[in-house]
Nanobody
């Protein structure tokens, strides 16, 4: 059974850093694209970054240059390193998976499996 579990969220001051983890089971990362999304209250879920074996890495505006996606295939875990956090980064962060190696999608509709989310709050 495929399962994604996010962790690492919390409360951080503006300018601080957090590293989110997405631990995957029931799949092999080499065969799947993994995306990170976030959803703020009252807003739609939006893509943040994604990674796949052949499609490489995509980090989307407005996090480009501040957030970095990476994977540790030995641990079957994908990370989202978030630096220089801003209050507008406050959201529930989700990871998602789809069986694909040639691309990774920035859209919710591009994924089949979702984690339960982890809350990130940036506030002084």
């Amino acid at each position: 059974q495929l399962q994604l579990v996010e962790s690492g969220g919390g409360l951080v001051q503006p300018g601080g850093s957090l590293r989110l983890s997405c631990a995957a089971s029931g799949l092999t990362l080499d065969d799947y694209a993994i995306g990170w999304f976030r959803q703020a209250p009252g807003e739609e879920r939006k893509g943040v970054a994604c990674i796949s074996r052949r499609g490489g890495i995509t980090e989307l505006d407005p996090v480009k240059g501040r957030f970095t996606i990476s994977s540790d295939n030995a641990k079957n875990t994908v990370y989202l390193q978030m630096n220089t956090l801003k209050p507008e980064d406050t959201a529930v962060y989700y990871c998602a998976a789809v069986r694909a190696t040639r691309y990774c999608s920035a859209y919710v509709s591009g994924y089949d499996y979702w984690g339960q989310g982890t809350q990130v709050t940036v506030s002084s």
